[in-house]
């Protein structure tokens, strides 16, 4: 949650910056009633105050004339009834919730279909992420042998989103890997993700940037990839892509890399 709010105070800065947008509203559960420019430290008050309340939020948007979007960096739990109540004001989402689970998913893009719609769900917002995860597949073809490692600061929620979806994707290809390394018994190689031979390996040290490797190896060569996270600000760009890209939807789309 602390990182959420990182992200959501990073976002508030981001599209007060950003050509053509504004920030119409805060809701979060803390700070209730402060400036969400000053929480952000900003340089001056956006006049906005922080309301636990998403009804009164969407309400107060609602009537003005300018497209709304809503943004949504809470948790698996609320994104549902938070995208149902954004459509019942006719705002758009873009929903931000790492280990969104695809049963949420299916039932989000049912729900826009008939209410033609448009929501963003992204996985990540991090192009760097995106361009790693696209340009592993690619290999995936090429090489019979992968291996993903990671880096964290902390042990939350290991392995990562960004580690277990690069094994998602690679386990989706119908490729299989480490044919002639497939024992699970020696647990200091790694976890295995999915039935295909997809390892996982996860250092954690306080202080260690967040970091991901995925190693390929073939007949005398070995071909790695590698994207680095010092913070938040990373998702920014994909952000403010999301945002744009959002309001001429009407249908849900499952990630930003449709629109890189």
Do not use: W
């Not at 202080?207 to 190693?215: A, I, K, M, N, Y």
């Amino acid at each position: 949650m602390v990182q959420q709010r990182q992200i959501g105070r990073a976002a508030i800065v981001a599209v007060t910056k950003a050509r053509g947008m504004e920030v119409a509203g805060a809701v979060d559960s803390h700070c209730v009633g402060q400036d969400i420019g000053m929480v952000c430290d900003m340089e001056e008050p956006l006049e906005i105050p922080i309301i636990n309340d998403l009804t009164m939020v969407l309400g107060s948007i609602s009537q003005s004339k300018a497209t709304g979007v809503v943004v949504d960096f809470t948790d698996t739990s609320t994104v549902y009834d938070n995208v149902k109540q954004a459509t019942a004001f006719g705002m758009k989402s873009v929903v931000y919730v790492p280990r969104i689970e695809l049963e949420t998913v299916s039932a989000l893009s049912a729900f826009c279909e008939k209410a033609s719609m448009g929501v963003l769900v992204a996985p990540t917002l991090s192009i760097g992420s995106i361009l790693l995860q696209q340009a592993a597949i690619s290999a995936s073809f090429h090489y019979s042998n992968v291996e993903i490692v990671e880096s964290r600061a902390n042990a939350n929620d290991l392995p990562s989103s960004d580690a277990t979806q690069i094994a998602n994707n690679l386990s989706n290809l119908g490729q299989i890997y480490n044919r002639e390394d497939r024992s699970t018994d020696v647990l200091a190689r790694g976890q295995v993700l999915g039935e295909d031979g997809v390892r996982v390996h996860s250092l954690v040290l306080p202080g260690l940037p967040s970091s991901t490797t995925v190693h390929f190896s073939g007949p005398g060569e070995v071909y790695s990839l590698k994207h680095d996270i010092t913070d938040v600000q990373c998702l920014m760009p994909g952000l403010l892509l999301a945002i744009r890209k959002v309001v001429r939807l009407k249908n849900l789309v499952y990630g930003l890399e449709k629109f890189l």
